[in-house]
């Protein structure tokens, strides 16, 4: 049997809760150090003793446990897990039926009612995301709520929380066929080559449709040249090329090179014509400005922090500064595509770095076009910064 364990809320923290904030923090209730297994059922109560919801415990960065409901009678067991996964596999019956688009989220965590717990979907395969042992002591339950609702051609895992000091690295395949690897998908009928048996990143980031979407529509022309920086697997690359662009993937990753290659190559696009270029993002500014090479787009989208050899690069304070870099290459009428996935700050301050940047390089611009979470990236209503991606496409005026 799991234990429940009573905790009191803080009352600063209390209207919150009533109004549904899912997230418990430990800053918000009291007697936190009656919890010892993570897994435990919490019922949150206020000073009066009256009940505000029931979640679990589980250790995240975020916070100590997640509300899955304000109903007291509600029991979180497999019956549950399939309301929530049913209630999310209907939300998303368009993209079930779209055969141009077979990867998307499937499940959002706190989106779609519990904190913690992610699930994508690949051609047929389900991808899970445990964010903390707690979530995971559901295991069991989920998969076979999970199985029962949307009956995966196989299923995979990711363990993102710390155990026993490090990072539980089981084989990621658990049920089902095994996908092969690479498993291709289409996303608007392009082809993504996804390996989902190979550590945390599968080789896309699905949150990111919509903007490739649109490179490929309005912002990649024929014959212009675009530099797609923190490349990765040159996710973004794909549709500039295809829209007939000349494009150049740079990251300091080795492995971007042969996975560029690969998404290149299973749409049809001879890589030999493209650029793909190993190097710090920060060392081919200075490469480019010594070239004296332009592009008529420039798509920055670093990780919210980064440690290499020579800096530490974080979002929150370098952003203006990777702006001016970018601009200084940018041709007069050319874009730049703006993003991060930073969610300590909202979009105002995002606007605040970018017009930071664009006025220390002396450059006008306007912003043509702003993009947040797709459809399928459910946010809460109640836990606003669950909303985490912010990107801006801003033309640089001549
Ligand atoms: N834009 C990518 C995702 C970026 S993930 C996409 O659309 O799929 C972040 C990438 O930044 C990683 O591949 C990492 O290797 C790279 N990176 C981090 N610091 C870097 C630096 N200083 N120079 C170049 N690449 C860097």
Request: proline fraction near 0%.
């Given at each position: 049997m799991r234990q429940v364990i009573d905790l009191q809320a803080e009352k600063k923290a209390t209207a919150r809760f009533v109004k549904g904030y899912p997230l418990i923090e430990k800053?918000?209730?009291?007697?936190?150090?009656?919890?010892?297994?993570?897994?435990s059922i919490i019922q949150l109560i206020d000073s009066e003793g009256k009940f505000l919801g029931k979640g679990y415990y589980g250790i995240q960065n975020k916070g100590i446990g997640w509300i899955l409901t304000q109903n007291q009678n509600e029991q979180i067991d497999e019956p549950f897990f399939n309301r929530k996964i049913s209630e999310a596999v209907a939300k998303r019956s368009s993209f079930f039926k779209d055969e141009e688009t077979t990867a998307f989220r499937l499940f959002n965590g706190e989106g779609d009612g519990v904190g913690g717990l992610i699930i994508d979907y690949y051609e047929g395969f389900c991808v899970i995301q445990w964010y903390s042992e707690g979530i995971y002591s559901f295991r069991k339950e989920i998969l076979s709520a999970l199985e029962s609702v949307v009956h995966p051609s196989g299923v995979y895992e990711k363990k993102r929380f710390e155990h026993g000091g490090k990072y539980v690295e089981d084989r990621d395949h658990v049920r089902g066929e095994e996908a092969p690897s690479p498993l291709l998908v289409k996303e608007n009928g392009r082809t993504y080559a996804v390996h989902l048996d190979d550590g945390a990143m599968v080789g896309i980031f699905l949150d990111q449709r919509d903007v490739r979407q649109a490179i490929y529509m309005h912002y990649a022309q024929p014959d212009s040249k675009v530099l797609n920086t923190f490349s990765y697997t040159g996710a973004f690359s794909v549709p500039a090329a295809l829209a007939g662009a000349h494009t150049t993937s740079v990251d300091l990753a080795k492995r971007s090179r042969p996975k560029t290659i690969e998404q290149f190559e299973v749409n049809g696009?001879?890589?030999?014509?493209q650029d793909i270029v190993v190097m710090d993002v920060f060392d081919y500014f200075k490469y480019a400005r010594r070239k004296e090479l332009s592009f008529d787009m420039v798509i920055l989208d670093p990780p919210s922090f980064a440690r290499s050899k020579k800096r530490t690069f974080s979002t929150s304070k370098d952003y203006p500064a990777l702006l001016k870099d970018a601009a200084l290459i940018t041709n007069g009428d050319g874009y730049i595509i703006a993003s991060t996935n930073n969610a300590s700050f909202g979009m105002d301050k995002f606007k605040k770095f970018i017009a930071e940047g664009m006025k220390s390089a002396n450059f006008n611009y306007k912003i043509c076009e702003t993009f947040s979470l797709p459809d399928d990236f459910t946010v809460n209503r109640n836990f606003r910064e669950g909303n985490y991606l912010k990107v801006v496409v801003l033309q640089k005026l001549s």
């Open positions: 800053d918000t209730v009291r007697n936190e150090s009656k919890l010892k297994e993570e897994g696009i001879d890589s030999e014509t």
